[in-house]
Nanobody, 121 residues
Framework: QVQLVESGGGLVQPGGSLRLSCAASGSIIRINVMGWYRQAPGKERELVAAVTSGGAPNYADSVKGRFTISRDNAKNTVYLQMNSLKPEDPAVYYC???????????????WGQGTQVTVSS
């Protein structure tokens, strides 16, 4: 069983910053890509940022230069530093991990429960 637990969401003013964390636990052999997605009301879930096990990041155009993704492989944790938050950034942010749970198993996507980010003055 694998669990991803997010933390760090909340309310921030426009231009402010938040740092999200997501820790994976359970029967984990290897975590490939870890990432953050977000879903605003009435919209589809979209990729915000992802990072490979080697540390190579990938960002949505809308967050480039403002958000930074990083991970600590020893802790099975991924972070998202969000700076210069804009009114279009509010959403539920979900952590994702592509995880192998046994040497013989395929990798599967696991999701956290989501954390709300609100940007308002």
């Amino acid at each position: 069983q694998v669990q991803l637990v997010e933390s760090g969401g909340g309310l921030v003013q426009p231009g402010g910053s938040l740092r999200l964390s997501c820790a994976a636990s359970g029967s984990i052999i290897r975590i490939n890509v870890m990432g953050w997605y977000r879903q605003a009301p009435g919209k589809e879930r979209e990729l915000v940022a992802a990072v490979t096990s080697g540390g190579a990041p990938n960002y949505a155009d809308s967050v480039k230069g403002r958000f930074t993704i990083s991970r600590d492989n020893a802790k099975n944790t991924v972070y998202l530093q969000m700076n210069s938050l804009k009114p279009e950034d509010p959403a539920v942010y979900y952590c994702n991990g592509r995880i192998r749970t046994a040497a013989w198993a395929y990798e599967y996507d696991y999701w956290g429960q989501g954390t709300q980010v609100t940007v308002s003055s």
